[in-house]
């Protein structure tokens, strides 16, 4: 039995093949649909480029979870730490008593403060006492904007002084926002002759005070990037990559 081949039409030889995939429709070889063009990335950058600095506008990245947890934990170690001390310093030790220790280089002594930290302005007790307040509701609200470890353990230690003073100002004689701070710390000679008498929150306070001013000077922020001058050079780099 003879076998017919198909009708075949000619291609158009008018027509060059395109590059790439092609369809065979009718007979004639047809180009396929051009494929989406892909975006610029020098067009995609020049648009998020800022006009007046040149700097990329990089998308932000997720900070990670907020410190509050640490901030609110070393804080809460702090004010206990404060508290035992000073129930144990006026549990055993009278007024004006010097105990000797580390061969004279402390003193452990009792001793009450009306004023700031290491008494600091002596006969501002309320004035200090609403700052300490203000500056615990401050901490606490900042707290959920907060992604820096560094800047967690500086406000929680201020945080937890502030706190453990503030208690003493409260319920402590001779009155309401009038108590005198426990002290009890003596360095070098007895009853603060050297150095001021100081306490755990004394010391919490100084130490995330000097932390912060360091943190401050190296441009760090809370959320734990750097000033604005260096986040731009870090993210017009990252954006050449």
Known sequence: MDHVAPELRPVDRGVSAPDGPAAIVDGR???APPAPARADRGALLS???DPQDGAVDAAPESPGRPRTRLLLLLAAVVLLLDLGTKLLVVATI???ENIRLLGGAV???HARNTGAAFSFA????VVFTLIAAVVAVVIVRTARRLFSTAWAVTLGLVLGGAVGNLIDRVFRDPGFLRGGVVDFVSVFAPDGEVYPIFNVADSAIVC???LGVVLALRGIEFDGTRASGTRAVRDRGAASD
């Open 208 to 210: 995330g005070g000097v």
């Open 47 to 49: 648009e998020t480029t």
């Open 107 to 109: 003193y452990l002594t």
């Open 122 to 125: 002596e006969g501002f007790t």
């Open 29 to 31: 070889r047809r180009p």
């Open 94 to 96: 009278e007024r004006g």
